[in-house]
């Protein structure tokens, strides 16, 4: 109790006078505080509200000073003009012109006037309304002339309505008239509303009665919050006015209710605020005070309480110390190892329990002696040297470990032991505690796993690949004779380098640093990692020896990974073979460049890379002119060596990041990377140039070639390579077309040449998968014709995915590129082949009309080939009409005239087709012996409508009756346009209005 009253005494005289003196400076600087910043709250808000209205005072003054400067110039300019004015009563047109002229001179004047000297006015505008305050101003400046500057009014009847008067005079002098003007002060009312002062109102009223409001920043209103009139406590709070100069105005600036009591409000919360986290604090800091000194006390009492608790500790201590004793003498005792303790001079003091069964002594019969007792005779003499070493600086020793150590037994055996050698102070005395383990079983055990090691150790340097084992750090502890030759890394100096020194591999193609085996195996947690085919080691002279390899993790028993086993050997010769057949796979056996396969592959990808990173490409197909002629001439030896040369001449023209193909035979491709269509036209001519200054010497000739180049620019492209490439060589058909040895982009001509060759390949596709048919349409005799066998026209037809492709798509196409023969030697093979299977059905047979084409006549061994047909499937000539259009018959006059005499020998029949279309005339028709003219369809068509082409259709029906022909006409599409055929005497007919097309297997039938 008496230590209790000691610490809070102090406390209480201190710690209460302290805390009631903080908090009373503390309110006196709070209330300070407050006044101070209120007064300079007060002062910023005056001087805002001084400017406000200072700045309009200005702004006014300058607005009255431009206007009467307006005024006065308007006099000085038009002054005989006003003088004029004033001598009249009324003049109507003078008015009109003074109006005009204010209007024009004086945009803003609200109303003019013109008075005489007395201020009484003369003339007024019609618009004019000139109230008292007016006339009171006009008085005053004619009573004071010299003060023009100073004469101007504001006034007005309603907000509305507020003008400011300013006068002149026309003469300065006490005689002459007053010119007056009065301008409306919208601009006043605007600056107003632009002149904010934060918290104040702005307001202009009447000096005379400053509580009516005339004009505020709110707008022109007369209420303010809902009032006419300011009251005394608004006026009485006005934080700054000014008197307007010559005016009857003042400006006010008024606070805003409560504004200022607010911002009080404000800073006493604030105090309250400051003040109450003061009293937190001194309320804290007491609190703290009072908490320490009750610790205080009660650390004395726990003082006094722990020598207590000492006293009874060290008793027991004491006891536990002899039990301890006890305790160590049976640990000594039982230790699972021997243990022998002995004096600086070897003579032993005490052994343990394991000591006596390792040796077979017993302790009382080995206390007293040395320890030369246990050694073997021919090693005491370096066990004394030891001792005294060991005596000397009585450091710890393990002793047995990396050498052989022997111990000798009662009974005269040498066992293989461990002895580690320690030291401690006893009585003041160095005692030398020996531990002694009996290894005979380990030796044993390393015995085996050394011979194990060794044969090891022999196999690996007995095999052909590289092994190097490491721990999981990646630290090497072995590595095999091959491995050795392999890294150039002898053993000695691999062992104990991290893996990454000694195996280091990178990516053959990308020449990248391959990743640490250990690290791959530890982040792919796997036992064994597939082997890497693109992997190159680096010796460690530098050179590149191509391997593969096989990373294997190495786990304990526990399944625990504890390193890796690396396994590599040498494949340069493999590698080698492989990169050789893949580059014969990859290139040209000839000149060495990309194949077509290759190319294609790179094109495919440029195509990839237009669409994902936007690139340019340009395709260039090239094909060389007059190739053929070396090869004619010289040989083929010849023209392969004019290949070579000529990859060489173009190669140096390219870039080096460009892909350049052969194609084959003598057509080129190349790949332009990242080049756009201008750049890829400036490097084919490039292309050209070097190909027209390149000469071939073969022997004693020289050649010249020439090259055609088709030029295709593509990006972000979804067209295949093959369509790319077909756009290409489209182009350079066109470029051989055009004259050869030139560059042609790929265009709208070469689009067709590329829609004709995709023709072509349809229709070689449709011959050899039997997607070609048949088709006919029957002709048929008018009613006086003398003909009474049926007679039908040849058709065919394509088919495609299930579709018709009618001849128009296809037979144009097939003229150019000479297959129209193909297709009637088909046609003519295929329809005696049908009658000749069904002509029993039909009696008689039928006439088959067969369209020929130009190319069939010319062919001097056409006429040949259809007289095998006859006799192959017996068919009789006079059944068949060979059709041969208008065009093809006059290009080859000669021809025709020869094939259809050969054929009508046989008893053929013949039509020409489409007479009236072409270029033929009545006289060159008189010398082809055909048996009908087809009349022209276009012809025919329109003969109901067209006197003229009726007139030419029965022209030529004339003429063929007088020439002995039968006349067909074509396009028949309705019975009217028969009628009128017929009317004309017209043999045969064929149109949709007769038959349509159809299959030729409906015939058959038709016939059943």
Request: one cysteine or more; aromatic letters at 8%; a negative charge.
């Amino acid at each position: 109790m008496t230590t209790q009253k000691y610490t809070t005494k102090p406390f209480k005289s201190v710690a209460i006078p302290f805390t009631i003196m903080v908090l009373i400076v503390s309110a006196f600087a709070l209330l300070y505080a407050i006044s101070f910043e209120n007064n300079r709250f007060y002062q910023e808000q005056l001087t805002l509200a001084k400017s406000s209205v200072q700045g309009i005072e200005y702004n006014l003054n300058q607005f009255i000073k431009n206007k009467q400067n307006i005024v006065q110039s308007m006099i000085e300019h038009d002054r005989q003009f006003l003088l004029s004015l004033s001598t009249l009563t009324e003049d109507h047109d003078k008015l009109s012109y003074l109006d005009q002229q204010v209007k024009n001179r004086l945009k803003n004047a609200y109303s003019f006037s013109l008075t005489d000297k007395d201020g009484v006015p003369i003339i007024n505008n019609s618009n004019s309304n000139i109230g008292q305050r007016c006339l009171s101003g006009l008085q005053f400046f004619a009573r004071n002339p010299e003060r023009l500057n100073e004469t101007f009014f504001i006034h007005g009847n309603s907000p509305d309505t507020y003008h400011i008067d300013v006068m002149g005079k026309i003469i300065n002098k006490n005689e002459g008239p007053i010119f007056f003007v009065s301008f409306k002060i919208d601009s006043l009312v605007d600056l107003l509303k632009n002149s904010q002062a934060p918290g104040h109102k702005l307001f202009i009223v009447q000096t005379k009665h400053p509580e009516n409001i005339e004009i505020s920043d709110a707008g022109i209103k007369k209420q303010y919050l809902g009032q006419k009139q300011l009251s005394k406590t608004s006026l009485d709070s006005t934080m700054f006015q000014m008197p307007l100069k010559y005016m009857a105005w003042t400006i006010l600036a008024i606070p805003e209710q409560d504004f200022f009591s607010n911002y009080e409000l404000l800073l006493i919360k604030r105090a309250g605020i400051a003040f109450t986290c003061l009293l937190i604090i001194v309320f804290f800091f007491v609190w703290r005070l009072h908490y320490e000194e009750k610790s205080r006390s009660i650390a004395e009492n726990n003082l006094n309480l722990s020598y207590k608790l000492l006293a009874a500790e060290v008793k027991m201590q004491t006891q536990e110390l002899s039990d301890s004793k006890h305790y160590l003498e049976s640990l000594f005792m039982s230790a699972p190892y021997g243990l022998i303790v002995s004096d600086e001079t070897g003579t032993i003091n005490s052994i343990n329990t394991q000591a006596e069964k390792i040796f077979g002594y017993t302790q009382e019969e080995l206390i007293g002696q040395t320890v030369d007792v246990l050694i073997p005779v021919h090693l005491r003499d370096k066990h004394s040297e030891y001792i005294i070493k060991f005596t000397q600086t009585f450091e710890s020793k393990n002793l047995g470990i990396d050498r052989k150590l022997k111990g000798l037994t009662k009974n005269g055996h040498e066992l293989p032991i461990t002895v580690a050698l320690n030291t401690i102070n006893f009585n003041n005395k160095k005692m030398i505690i020996a531990s002694i383990n009996d290894v005979s079983e380990l030796t044993s055990i390393q015995r085996q796993l050394t011979e194990e090691h060794e044969r090891a150790v022999v196999t690996l340097s007995s095999i052909g690949d590289g092994v190097i084992t490491t721990s999981i750090d990646g630290i090497i502890d072995s590595i095999n004779s091959m491995a050795e030759k392999l890294t150039g890394w002898s053993s000695n100096k691999a062992i104990g380098e991290h893996i990454s020194k000694v195996y280091c591999t990178i990516n053959e193609d990308t020449r990248e640093k391959n990743e640490d085996p250990v690290i791959q195996c530890l982040k792919n947690n796997q036992t064994s990692n597939q082997p890497n085919n693109n992997t190159v080691l680096i010796h460690k002279t530098g050179l590149d020896i191509p391997i593969e390899d096989n990373v294997s993790a190495i786990h304990n028993k526990e399944g625990h990974f504890i390193g890796i086993v690396l396994v590599f050997h040498d494949v340069s010769q493999s590698r080698q073979y492989a990169h050789e057949i893949e580059f014969q796979a990859n290139h040209d056996a000839l000149t060495g460049l990309l194949n077509r396969r290759k190319f294609d592959y790179y094109l495919t990808e440029a195509l990839k890379n237009t669409r994902e990173v936007k690139s340019h490409y340009v395709l260039l197909y090239m094909d060389l002119d007059r190739f053929k002629l070396v090869n004619d001439t010289a040989g083929h030896a010849a023209g392969d060596e004019l290949l070579k040369q000529l990859t060489r001449t173009l190669s140096k023209t390219l870039r080096q990041r460009d892909i350049f193909s052969r194609l084959g035979g003598d057509e080129f491709g190349v790949l332009l990377d990242h080049c756009t269509s201008e750049d890829g036209l400036l490097i084919a001519k490039k292309l050209l140039e070097s190909v027209d200054n390149f000469r071939f010497f073969w022997k004693e000739d020289v050649f010249s070639v020439g090259i055609s180049i088709g030029l295709v620019a593509f990006s972000e492209t979804e067209d295949s390579a093959d369509k790319l490439l077909s756009e290409a060589d489209a182009a350079c058909y066109t470029a051989k077309e055009n004259g050869r040895n030139r560059v042609q982009i790929y265009d709208e001509h070469a689009a067709r040449k590329l829609n004709e060759s995709h023709t072509i390949n349809m229709l070689t596709y449709a011959f050899e998968n039997n997607q070609m048919q048949l088709y006919q349409q029957k002709i048929t005799s008018v009613g006086n014709s003398d003909e009474n066998k049926e007679h039908y026209e040849i058709l065919i037809r394509m088919l495609s995915n299930n579709n018709i492709i009618p001849p128009g798509m296809f037979l144009p196409a097939a003229e150019r590129c000479g297959l129209a023969i193909n297709i009637d030697r088909w046609v003519i093979r295929s329809v005696f082949k049908w009658l000749s299977k069904h002509q029993k059905i039909f009696s008689p047979l039928p006439i088959m009309a067969i369209n020929l084409s130009g190319q069939s006549i010319t062919d001097g061994l056409f006429s040949q080939f259809i007289e095998e047909q006859f006799s192959q499937f017996n068919i009789k000539p006079v059944n068949i009409c060979f059709e041969i259009t208008e065009t093809a018959a006059m290009h080859n006059l000669d021809n025709a005239k020869e094939f259809i005499h050969k054929l009508k020998v046989m008893g053929c029949q013949f039509s020409l087709d489409d007479f009236g279309s072409g270029h033929a005339s009545y006289a060159q028709l008189k010398h082809l012996p055909v048996d009908y003219l087809k009349i022209d369809g276009s012809l025919v068509k329109d003969i109901l409508d067209d006197p003229i082409d009726f007139s030419i259709v029965k022209s030529i029906n004339d003429v063929g009756h007088i020439l002995g022909m039968k006349t067909i006409a074509e396009f028949v599409e309705n019975t009217e346009i028969a009628d009128k055929l017929s009317s004309i005497n017209v043999d045969h007919l064929q149109g949709y209005g007769i038959a349509k097309p159809a299959p030729i297997d409906e015939l058959i039938t038709n016939h059943n």
